[in-house]
């Protein structure tokens, strides 16, 4: 099933004005379970760094994590790359007019092309990777975009049932997924091979985690994807899931998993 059209015609939606944008930014927030696990992280890196850093968005989107960045590193200047002209025209033109485009700054860009030699201290790949083929192609023009020091974040789905995949019969849920997902080893040698040195990776998405994904992201897209009726249907769907997701989210993000169906990575350049 394609996954990123419904994506899109759920951003186009929410761009309406500033306000519903930022409504939408705070809804992912809350839905996205990934976005708990890199908002810990970035709690944790933010102690680690100087103000006024240079940060990288590699695979910007919506633009949801460049809006945190914003707000919680407000002296830095953050450069958000994306594929997609159209998104990158609405990203600048919703920054430019919540006064941020001095700080955040949208480009169009194909990360495997893309390099800035030794300019960021921080970057962040959001579930990109899983999209690209050459993938350690990225993760190399990343490493010579970060200064000596500079840290990478990664979500991306791991083997362990990533893109709902759980057998060799299973066909992803996202078709715009080159891969299923990665194991730790792989992702590590992966990026050893693009020259980072200190790599931590772990599992997200435990068994809590994966229950609140159907709950809040599969079985709604499932139902959009049958019938767009089902978009006015949303928000009485989520009002009696959420609560419930919202205790499994907490438990996923604040224990340790020995297995999951997505990868957090840190790695040091």
């Not at 920054?95 to 700080?103: E, H, L």
């Not at 993760?139 to 010579?144: D, H």
């Not at 200190?198 to 159907?214: L, M």
Request: one cysteine or more; aromatic letters at 14%; charged letters at 20%.
């Amino acid at each position: 099933m394609q996954y990123d059209p419904i994506k899109s015609s759920l951003g186009t939606i929410f761009n309406t004005t500033p306000r519903t944008r930022i409504i939408f930014y705070k809804l992912l927030d809350l839905i996205l379970l990934r976005t708990w696990h890199i908002r810990k992280l970035l709690r944790s890196v933010r102690k680690s760094v100087t103000p006024g850093i240079s940060i990288l968005d590699a695979g910007a989107g919506f633009g949801q994590y460049s809006y945190f960045l914003a707000k919680k590193f407000p002296e830095s200047s953050i450069t958000a790359i994306d594929l997609k002209k159209d998104q990158v025209e609405e990203n600048n033109a919703f920054f430019n007019t919540i006064g941020k485009a001095p700080q955040v700054q949208f480009t169009e860009a194909d990360l495997l092309d893309f390099n800035s030699p030794e300019t960021f201290e921080l970057a962040l790949s959001i579930d990109v990777l899983e999209h690209i083929e050459d993938d350690v192609r990225v993760l190399k023009n990343i490493w010579k975009s970060l200064k000596p020091g500079g840290i990478l974040l990664i979500s991306t789905p791991s083997d362990k049932g990533g893109s709902d995949v759980h057998g060799e019969e299973d066909v992803s849920f996202i078709e715009e997924h080159v891969r299923d997902g990665y194991a730790i080893d792989e992702i590590t040698s992966k990026l050893r091979s693009a020259g980072f040195s200190q790599i931590q990776a772990r599992y997200s998405y435990g068994i809590p985690g994966h229950i609140s994904w159907k709950f809040s992201i599969k079985y709604p897209i499932l139902m959009i994807h049958k019938s767009k009726l089902f978009y006015f249907i949303l928000p009485f769907y989520y009002f009696f899931t959420f609560p419930f997701c919202l205790i499994l989210n907490l438990l996923d993000v604040h224990n340790f998993h020995k297995s999951g169906t997505g990868l957090i990575v840190k790695a040091i350049k």
